[in-house]
């Protein structure tokens, strides 16, 4: 028997429901299902990067809780992981980049945040290479609208 759950043997009254613990404040969400690779708009709706990492901490400000406490979210962290997905191992926390949890304006299909993304550290190797790199390509500035 899990415990979590008693059992409860009928009283006068008939059977009684079991009691539950009071659920957590706040929006409860499945780390893997709800956050975890899914893509990151900008206020505008433009696709930035994907959720690689959480940063997580307890209530107490713990840094490592454990699997009985209730653990909050402080930032999505994105980063370089495709080597490390395919080798094993990984990044740095230096080469991750942080996004603050308070940034997040909605969860869905995608993950929304209510500021801009130009200013955001996870873009920067998107620019770069947009301005080193595809702007040297004959027709590479050019903007189609």
Known sequence: MSPRRRRVRPGPGGWAAPEREPAPA???????LHLLDRQLLDRDRVPLTTVDDLEVRGLDG?????GA?????????????????????????????????????????????GV?????DATWVERWLRDHVVARIPGGRHDPE
């Not at 713990?62 to 454990?66: A, F, K, L, R």
């Not at 801009?116 to 955001?120: F, N, R, S, T």
């Open 116 to 120: 801009g993304g130009d200013g955001l």
């Open 69 to 113: 406490d209730t653990a909050v979210i402080t930032a999505l962290l994105t980063g370089p992981v495709l080597a490390t997905r395919l080798f094993g191992g990984r990044p740095p926390s230096d080469r991750w980049a942080r996004i603050p949890w308070r940034d997040v304006a909605d969860v869905g299909t995608a993950l929304r945040l």
């Open 26 to 32: 706040g929006r409860v969400l499945d780390a893997r």
């Open 62 to 66: 713990d840094p490592g809780p454990t």
